[in-house]
């Protein structure tokens, strides 16, 4: 089977793409995007959003928590029952 060496495409961010003048912070659906399936914010190298955005995006998902329109944390459901007793 041959390998291909093939170069990952390059991310490239939605917001400067969207010449988006700022980012919602009520806007929720969109905030999930760029949240990780526990709440944390996902960095730049995963999102691909430049370093301003990465930045406004973040103070706006901060916002959001404060005002209860996204959670801090979402509770962990461990798939052990019973610790072996």
Same mark, same amino acid.
Request: with cysteine.
């Given at each position: 089977?041959? #390998? ?6 390059? &991310?490239?961010?939605?917001?400067? &793409? ?7 912070? &009520?806007? =929720?659906?969109? @905030? ?14 995963? =999102? *691909?959003?430049?370093? +301003?955005? +990465?930045? #406004? @995006?973040?103070?706006?998902? &901060? ?5 209860? @329109? ?13 610790? *072996?007793?």
């Amino acid at each position: 089977m041959p #390998e291909f060496n093939r170069k990952p495409r390059r &991310k490239y961010c939605q917001f400067c &793409k969207d010449h988006s003048e700022y980012i919602d912070y &009520k806007d =929720t659906q969109m @905030l999930r995007k760029f949240m990780t399936d526990r709440g944390k914010i996902k960095p730049r190298r995963v =999102t *691909g959003t430049c370093t +301003q955005h +990465q930045h #406004e @995006l973040a103070m706006a998902i &901060k916002r959001s928590r404060e005002m209860a @329109l996204v959670p801090y944390t979402v509770p962990v459901v461990s798939g052990r029952v019973g610790r *072996g007793r």
